[in-house]
């Protein structure tokens, strides 16, 4: 376990931090012993530290391993999720871009200067890469289009109502459903 300085102790499953299996809630605790940061342990290694060393040079020198290292480490988190049909990668449904075409899918994405909400909807229909949303975000952000038009449409100003010279001038109505009752909802202004 080298790397690790590990204290091992005895914790009453009433004095866990964890939620319990059938509500999910975390177990209320005053104790703040219980809250120290964990350590997830990943694997553990047999072997001497002059091995060790060797491994990891000859890691670092073999230009397959270090190919695997650097695909591996964007897509890690969702590494259950990405699966190749002829050829082409995808995460669930939508299409791993290759960094050479991201920046002409941004321009096709953002073509019809949608803002950014929009455009990141538009691409997360059919497209994925690792940032995605920020390079969206970057791409709207720096555009001169969206940029000339975002303050020309200034917001409408409030038109005060004159009121009513006699009641039931002015009717409101509206349908609605409510316990599986249907019923018409009228408002007068006086």
């Not at 990405?82 to 953002?110: C, N, S, W, Y």
């Not at 990141?120 to 000339?148: H, K, Y």
Request: net charge negative; proline share 6%; with cysteine.
């Amino acid at each position: 376990m080298r790397g690790y300085d590990v204290e091992i102790r005895y914790n009453p499953g009433c004095k866990q931090v964890f939620a319990d299996t059938l509500s999910r809630a975390a177990v209320p605790t005053g104790d703040s012993e219980a809250h120290e940061e964990l350590q997830e342990i990943n694997m553990v290694l047999s072997v001497s530290e002059e091995r060790y060393e060797e491994f990891h040079q000859e890691t670092k020198a073999d230009p397959e391993l270090q190919a695997v290292l650097t695909m591996a480490r964007p897509y890690w988190t969702f590494r259950d999720e990405v699966a190749t049909a002829d050829g082409l990668l995808f995460k669930g449904t939508r299409l791993i871009a290759p960094k050479v075409m991201r920046p002409e899918m941004l321009r096709q994405i953002h073509k019809g200067h949608l803002g950014i909400a929009k455009c990141r909807q538009r691409a997360r229909e059919v497209l994925f890469w690792p940032g995605i949303s920020v390079d969206v975000e970057q791409m709207v952000t720096n555009c001169s289009v969206c940029a000339d038009f975002a303050k020309k449409q200034p917001t409408e100003p409030l038109r005060s109502t004159v009121p009513p010279s006699f009641p039931w001038q002015k009717i409101g109505t509206d349908l609605f459903e409510f316990h599986g009752e249907h019923y018409l909802l009228s408002v007068a202004k006086e």
